[in-house]
């Protein structure tokens, strides 16, 4: 078999006159002191985002852009924006939110700071829709849109400088001191930290750990359990270590003694065990965990149990078995009209109200296509999109949700590989292939740039990610592993690119071809054959029929190519260390999802692909134009990548973000939580 040739892509005064000239000069000195300091970046209104992820199969990393569509992603954000500021602007209705969703006082379990006004972490997304200085507007739901046809600047541009400047205030604003974190701590989750906190920051100096504020994943992982009493949060997870027959158990003990037990043996609890016997004399106190082998979790927590859950940590109470079990019948809004996945979803939710009106009009899912936009949407904030009850698309074009039945709403603690963004499990470090920076294969699968010479998108996977077959409420064409390959095989058809106009620098819409942008930028295909279908009502065949499977890659090969695409993903942290740029499509959040910025250290792509070839020509120009190309930025978004993963997604860094994490486990299996905290 011919081999591919090597590539580099991988998926913001009017002074009433005064009778006196003094006055006037002193207001308009304070005026000029005041707009210099709001003009400065770090000083404006911060835009805050939310991240998600979804990985598209085994990416054999080939070129210079690769993309991975595999991944489960969340409440990661695209864009990390710097701090909130006092001064910031949120309309009443997010203010609100953030009200109802802030952490409050526990009368037996934790004491909130009384000297600080409850919120939420800063780094919660804003709502109010953010104008850039070109016609791009970062809107809600982590979606930037508004572009206009003749702006002198591109949108990637745009979101790639945003990018920039969320990164460098994120790492401008860690703490340098033990003092400093405590106060970060208490600021951000309005509680004191758990006792062992400055161990942990003993273990982060030490292991020169260099994002030691950022953690707001775990509070988002932890915060309902607040509202189960020690006794219920203990009991829950011995009766799970009986029904959840697909996990294992590990031992944490301070004296180093950390093992594996529980229903089945599995090489994840060998490699998870070691990662935690090097911090386990780091807890204050032993600790068992549950970990399911399934790489989703399957339930979600419901918007009204949510509600209610917050609802009792502010009165300081506890939820009791009875109040918990209500929300566990799938089909209590069936009244309403809503019997599917939405029932996790507000009322006044896109995805509710669809549920409504389908439950008025049944229908079957027809072949879905992406609503054909003037200009397309750029992700921007990829945890905002993760929302399934605000961005409908992922219902219809993700496989991960084909199936429309009511999830489970249950409160576990059970660690999880990955998880919906609307699951109450917590998540851990996955480490399925994970391999040190020095290990022979880490080290093969980085190609230098200049070695790249494929400028396209490259992809290999099989057909996982979903179960195809002819159910009412699904049509298996819709799933994206499925249009991932039938669209980038197209040949009939046009799709629209950006083009600049080299006279004065504007750009414009102009249609292509499908098969010409197809053989321009894309080497990608689904391997193997068919399965994961029902052979029954003809499905399989139908897929042999539709789709010409493509043979598989060696990773060598594929880290010559300039493009790779990923989501949860096992093989992330390899395409990284290859230098492409990452294309990241996904739907799920992960443990660093609020350490790695999107347009900064990959690329991200809606479940519709919509912008799909819009970004592709900005990076590679259009098709037989490389010299219109901006292969310069590409190329610094997939070494920002690399840096990445060799700096901040080592192995000393999973161990310092498992390490916080088993410090918030320890303290709510605590029967005196209070006597928990951290006490300089």
Not at 582 to 610: M, R
Request: aromatic share 12%; net charge negative.
């Amino acid at each position: 078999m011919k081999r591919p040739a090597p590539s580099r892509f991988a998926p913001l005064l009017t002074i009433r006159r005064s009778r006196r000239w003094r006055t006037r000069i002193a207001l308009a000195l304070a005026f000029a002191i005041v707009y210099v300091v709001y003009t400065r970046d770090d000083w404006r209104p911060a835009t805050i985002e939310w991240q998600s992820d979804y990985h598209f199969g085994s990416a054999h990393d080939a070129g210079r852009a690769i993309y991975d569509p595999e991944s489960h992603d969340d409440w990661h954000p695209a864009l990390e924006a710097a701090p909130r500021r006092e001064n910031d602007w949120r309309s009443p209705r997010e203010t609100q939110a953030r009200r109802d969703d802030r952490p409050a006082p526990h009368d037996h379990a934790v004491q909130l700071l009384e000297t600080q006004e409850p919120d939420e972490p800063e780094t919660y997304p804003a709502r109010v829709p953010i104008t850039t200085s070109s016609s791009l507007i970062l809107g809600e739901h982590g979606m930037a849109h508004g572009w206009q046809e003749g702006d002198t600047r591109h949108p990637v541009e745009q979101l790639v400088l945003n990018a920039k400047q969320k990164w460098g205030s994120l790492l401008a604003r860690q703490s340098q001191t033990l003092g400093e974190a405590v106060t970060e701590y208490r600021r951000r989750y309005k509680r004191d930290p758990p006792r062992g906190f400055d161990r942990w920051w003993e273990f982060a100096v030490k292991h020169d750990v260099q994002i030691k504020d950022d953690y707001d994943q775990i509070f988002k992982d932890t915060k309902l359990f607040w509202a189960l009493s020690p006794a219920d949060f203990r009991e829950r997870i011995e009766n799970l270590k009986t029904t959840l027959t697909h996990s294992y158990e590990i031992h944490v003990d301070p004296s180093g003694q950390t093992t594996k037990g529980g229903q089945m043996d599995h090489s994840r609890a060998d490699e998870m065990r070691l990662l935690l016997e090097g911090i386990a004399p780091y807890l204050p106190a032993q600790t068992d965990i549950l970990v399911s082998l399934h790489d989703l979790g399957s339930t979600l927590t419901g918007h009204d149990q949510q509600l209610f859950l917050e609802d009792k940590i502010r009165k300081g109470e506890y939820a009791t078995a009875e109040d918990l079990k209500l929300f566990q019948n799938g089909q209590r809004h069936a009244d309403k009209g809503v019997k599917g996945i939405a029932n996790a979803c507000p009322p006044d939710s896109p995805a509710w109200v669809r549920d409504v009106d389908t439950a008025v009009k049944p229908w079957v899912r027809p072949i879905a296509v992406p609503a054909d936009d003037q200009h397309p949407n750029f992700i921007y904030a990829h945890r905002d999109t993760f929302d399934f009850c605000y961005n409908t698309d992922l219902l219809t074009f993700h496989g991960e949700y084909s199936y429309d039945f009511p999830r489970a709403s249950k409160l576990e603690a059970v660690f999880q590989q990955s998880k919906y963004a609307g699951n109450g499990n917590l998540i851990l470090t996955p480490l399925d292939y994970y391999k040190n920076a020095s290990h022979p294969e880490s080290v093969s699968a980085y190609v230098p740039w200049e070695e790249k010479t494929v400028p396209k998108l490259f992809w290999r996977g099989s057909m996982t990610g979903d179960h195809y077959d002819h159910r009412k409420d699904s049509n298996w064409r819709n799933s994206h592993r499925i249009r991932l390959h039938t669209k980038t095989h197209e040949t009939d058809g046009t799709s629209p690119i950006l083009v600049q106009n080299t006279n004065d620098g504007t750009w414009y819409t102009q249609e292509w071809s499908n098969a010409v942008l197809n053989e321009a930028y894309m080497d990608v295909g689904l391997t193997g054959k068919a399965f994961q279908c029902n052979k029954e009502d003809g499905t399989c065949n139908e897929l042999d029929e539709a789709i010409q499977f493509a043979g598989r890659v060696q990773p060598s090969e594929a880290a010559k190519y300039k493009l790779d695409g990923n989501g949860w993903s096992a093989r992330f942290h390899r395409l990284l260390l290859s230098g492409a740029v990452v294309f990241k499509s996904t739907v799920n959040p992960e443990w660093y999802s609020d350490w790695l910025i999107p347009w900064y250290h990959y690329v991200p792509l809606q479940v519709t692909y919509a912008e799909m070839y819009t970004t592709l020509a900005y990076f590679i120009g259009p098709p037989g134009k490389p010299e219109q190309g901006h292969d310069d930025v590409a190329r610094e978004i997939g070494e920002n990548g690399r840096d990445f993963r060799l700096r901040y997604w080592r192995w000393e860094d999973m161990q310092s973000y498992m390490l916080r994490l088993l410090l918030e486990y320890v303290r709510l299996e605590s029967d005196q939580r209070n006597d928990w905290n951290y006490r300089p």
